[in-house]
Nanobody, 124 residues
Framework: QVQLVESGGGLVQAGGSLRLSCAASGGTFSTYGMGWFRQAPGKEREFVVTINWSGRSTVYADSVKGRFTLSRDIAKNTVYLQMNSLKPEDTAVYYC?????????????????WGQGTQVTVSS
């Protein structure tokens, strides 16, 4: 059973930065496609970014492109989401997700495993 544990959320002022981590265990991390989604109060969970199994391909939502950077460390079974130039509209619970298929995934239904979420709050 794959387990994903997110960390790194918190409160930050607009323009600031945070780095989220997602540590995976119980599976073959190096073969998984990974992604981050976020859900703001009263809104649907939305796609943020996805990375393929090798880390050579990454796709970002337009809303975060140029500000967020996703990377993966195979040796540590961890993906990192570096978030810069944060805006109040980035406020949400951020969820890490993994899929057994190593390709990119853009929809919630593409993913097999989910973390518990970590809160990110950006104050204006």
């Amino acid at each position: 059973q794959v387990q994903l544990v997110e960390s790194g959320g918190g409160l930050v002022q607009a323009g600031g930065s945070l780095r989220l981590s997602c540590a995976a265990s119980g599976g073959t991390f190096s073969t998984y496609g990974m992604g981050w989604f976020r859900q703001a109060p009263g809104k649907e969970r939305e796609f943020v970014v996805t990375i393929n199994w090798s880390g050579r391909s990454t796709v970002y939502a337009d809303s975060v492109k140029g500000r967020f950077t996703l990377s993966r460390d195979i040796a540590k079974n961890t993906v990192y989401l570096q978030m810069n130039s944060l805006k109040p509209e980035d406020t949400a619970v951020y969820y890490c997700a993994a899929r057994s298929v190593g390709a990119l995934g853009f929809s919630r239904n593409d993913y097999d495993y989910w973390g518990q979420g970590t809160q990110v709050t950006v104050s204006s």
